[in-house]
């Protein structure tokens, strides 16, 4: 079994609704991260988390919103999506610099 | 503010042969690591490759290895007897030792492609 799973793997939404991406990790890892891929801009960060308590802005964060509900699951939420959110989401979670991605989200916002 | 640079977006290889990927960086710190991370046509991210900047030893996986080059802040990955299973996008990631997130800044990517 993966050790990080995401889901949906793949979703299309319309603008305006609400959707959330879940993520869950058996790596007993503290940290945990969403990042955002687009083309041509490689991989940027959106939230993270390094425990259930303490939740970070990464460097795109207006539009999403997170929850981490226990140690091994981190869900991202786009509260109304709009066209320029469409893009792969990838959680990952780290420990010792290394990061270790789940297997991603495509999203299409139509 | 930490940037990586990946200045190939695309390149190509004949199976068998040698290429050698770019990555530049830009950072005002001393400790820090160095990632590259291949992405097939999966989708899935794989570490192919890290790099400690303390050690002046290039890091070496089988067939891929990197040359380090801190003064010059230069990360290039060089994968050698290129196989088909190689194709992917290959992105240069940067971390920084001390700070207390593990954030990965990534580079843009090079798509390399595989000739047979």
């Known amino acids: 079994d993966a050790d990080v799973t995401q889901t949906p793997r793949n979703r299309i939404t319309k603008t305006g609704k609400r959707i959330m991406l879940e993520c869950s990790q058996t790596?007993?890892?503290?940290?945990m991260y969403w990042y955002r891929q687009d083309p041509g801009l490689g991989l940027r960060l959106i939230y993270y988390?390094?425990?259930?308590?303490?939740?970070n802005k990464g460097e795109i964060s207006d539009g999403y919103s997170v929850s981490r509900q226990a140690q091994a699951k981190f869900s991202l939420s786009l509260e109304s999506a709009i066209p320029n959110q469409t893009a792969l989401y990838f959680c990952a979670t780290s420990d010792r610099q290394i990061l270790y991605f789940g297997p991603g989200t495509r999203l299409t916002v139509t | 503010a930490q940037t990586v640079t990946q200045s190939q977006p695309e390149m190509s290889v004949q199976e068998a042969e040698t290429v050698t990927l770019s990555c530049t960086y830009d950072?005002?710190?001393?400790?820090?690591?160095l990632f590259w991370y291949k992405q097939p046509p999966s989708r899935q991210m794989i570490l192919v490759i890290r790099q400690e900047a303390y050690k002046q030893q290039n890091a070496t996986e089988n067939r891929f290895s990197v040359n380090f080059q801190k003064a010059a802040k230069s990360f290039s990955l060089k994968i050698s007897d290129s196989q088909l299973g190689d194709a992917a996008m290959y992105f240069c990631a940067y971390s920084w030792y001390g700070g207390a997130t593990n954030k990965l800044i990534f580079g843009t990517g090079t798509l390399l492609a595989v000739q047979p």
């Open positions: 988390s390094f425990d259930v308590k303490d939740i």
């Open positions: 950072t005002s710190e001393s400790d820090y690591y």
């Open positions: 790596k007993g890892h503290d940290r």
